[in-house]
């Protein structure tokens, strides 16, 4: 019965989940699945949810509605069988200060239910992964903020889980920690579906392959982070920069041109920008005009989006959010 | 029941790394030695047996077993691992047996090393030993007692002063069960029924008859099941608190 549903659901799925602290909601009807093989990139801003969505998903606090299957496994009647399949790292990674790494990983490796000779090689391939050896024997207390990250990796990933979530993984870690928590998470991703929240855009575009937006506890968005750049209003503008001072007629030409909506004058004073209407192609056009007007030009750069404009948009006030949606 | 080993394990080898084992057992030797030698009158009363030790520990273990209990809940809900615990394949139920037979455990220990006390009643004269392992016994029992009220309490808060408190009101209230000063506050309201239940919980009756030699299983079934509850409260203090 149990392994027909494991069989048939996706490894996390997530239904109209919603969580209240007394009269407070903080989540609010969120539904969304990870396939296998799959980085899925949780964002939002600061208190949007994303915690309390996570901490259910690992079986931590019970929701207030909806459903959670960890590994095909409904968590809230089947907890155990759903956590041996998922690597959590809770945010902060907490973890116990006065043992040493490796302590705390064999610990983790009995509570896991490995045997000695097992524990020991399950310890020491985590100490590797995670990149630990130097500091095995050290109190966590001891450690730097990119270890005890790390501790808390090595803590998630021991029992090799087809199931990871990850609350904040790089937070609060220098750029090259973050480049290496990166790697490790796109090393593991082939085989396994891993959940991991964060409210970096950058994180997104660089080990993403869906994202989904949360804001004030509700789903915003859920598609690829391609997607998510196309809803940019700068997705598809056109940023020319000219040799010299912008000819003055060269902003009324623009826009006569099919597809153009705006044409903005930016800081510089050589530089415009062409803003199409609904994310369309302008390039061609622009390039054509520029030919025929023999405008000396710099630069003629393709703009693909910015991130944080959508993500801003889509999780601010409503009224903002109308704005320039694609039809 | 590999998790609950695992925890118990943890938690123990926690006590160790940590200088309170050593203060405790320290403390807890050396007050159980003057009570004995110098109030308890061990050499002037010509009897062996160790009678004046084990009347002690009820009022040692007042204070000295909730300073053992107070930080396995709350310090986790404190430093936040026990949303890494819990998220752990283990049920409550078996964290929560795991940090209380650690504690027992530690408490088993500290025990068995008073054995210079019995060494020395032995020394001293010909020694009723079925009686002083029927004491150890019991108050290792009592001791079991105090700590799921520690525990439990520990549960309900992160700060361990606050849980460190009230787990000595708690246990004052059960080793006083009985006597005026804790039936004065039932009397009057209470019916005549909760009036005598109360009376029955006394640590301190149910210690003593088997200091005294008494063999009844009642006063061993009293301490466990009263484990038991404590532990059963704890369950549910760690499911509900967990989460703030
Ligand atoms: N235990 C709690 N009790 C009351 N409110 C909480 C609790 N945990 C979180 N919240 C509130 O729920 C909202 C969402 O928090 P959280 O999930 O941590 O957001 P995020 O992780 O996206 O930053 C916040 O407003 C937060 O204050
Ligand atoms: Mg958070």
Redesign the pocket.
Known sequence: MTSAGAQSRAAVEVASLGKDFGAFSAVKDISFAVRRGEVLGFLGP??AG???T?KMIAGFLAPTRGQVWVGGYDIDRRPLEAKRCLGYLP?GAPAYADMSVSAFLTFIARMRGYRRRERRSRVAAAVEKANLGSVAYKPIETLSKGFKRRVGLAQAILHDPPILVM??PTDGLDPNQKHEVRTLIREMARDKAILI?THILEEVDAICDRAIIIAHGRLKFDGTPQQLLCMSSLHNAVRLRFAGNVPADAAARLLDLHGVGRVNQSDEADQLMVLPNNATAIVKQVAQLARAETWQLQELVVESGQLDEVFRRITGPAEAAQRGEPA | MTVTGAILRRELGNYFATPVAYVFIVIFLVLSGAFTFYLGGLYERGQADLQPFFTFHPWLYLFLIPALSMRLWSEERKSGTIELLMTLPVSVGAAVIGKFLAAWTFTGIALALTFPVWLTINYLGHADNPVIALSYFGSFLMAGAYLAVGACVSAFTRNQVIAFVFSFVICLVFVLAGFPMVMDIFQGWAPPALINAVGRMSFLSHFESITKGVIDLRDAIFFLSFIGCWLMANVIAVETGKSD
């Open positions: 600061n208190g994303k915690s309390t996570m945010e609350d904040e929240s």
